[in-house]
């Protein structure tokens, strides 16, 4: 059957989820369907929010809502060492063990020439200068051990064989 013009927008909506398919999304739209008016306000709004609230921090790459991140605000967290991740997902998980302090770097990707991305395309270039602004002692890699993440671990470590830091 044809639904109603707005529960099939919602329900395509749905369908934008990673792994969600028709039914999950009709059983998703029909729930929003039933929330009352303030439950599907917050809903909404929640959705517009974190499209509009949240930035990259200016310093590190991570998710933010301000132009510096809750890590590199927090004057107690080691700032002569960076750990490099591929994405803010990775923070968040390095984060939930809660035994490292320094600082991290988000390069926002690997070099993978397969899918034309250089040096250049991620934020290589960010972390040298931070490395060298703020006097940088030790960097950890932590990007996942895909052929593109050990091509993109190697060209760091090359790029810093000839400075103090370690890696
Ligand atoms: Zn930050």
Request: aromatic letters at 4%.
């Amino acid at each position: 059957m044809n639904y109603p013009e707005s529960l099939s927008e919602l329900i395509e909506a749905f369908k934008k989820l990673p792994s969600v398919g028709e039914k999950t999304a009709e059983r998703h739209a029909f729930a929003v369907m039933k929330m009352d008016e303030e439950d599907s306000e917050f809903f909404s709004n929640a959705i517009k929010n974190v499209k509009i609230k949240i930035k990259t921090c200016e310093k590190c790459g991570n998710l933010s809502e301000e132009k510096l991140c809750l890590i590199c605000s927090d004057e107690n967290r080691d700032s002569s060492l960076i750990c490099v991740v591929e994405d803010a997902k990775a923070v968040i998980l390095l984060e939930k063990m809660g035994t490292y302090a320094g600082g991290y770097h988000v390069l926002g990707g690997v070099i993978s020439p397969m899918d034309g991305k250089g040096p250049d395309d991620i934020s290589i270039k960010p972390l040298l200068k931070r490395i060298k602004d703020e006097k940088v002692k030790e960097i950890i890699i932590a990007i996942s051990p895909t052929i593109e993440g050990e091509t993109t671990s190697l060209y760091i470590s090359k790029l810093l064989e000839e400075t103090d830091v370690v890696v």
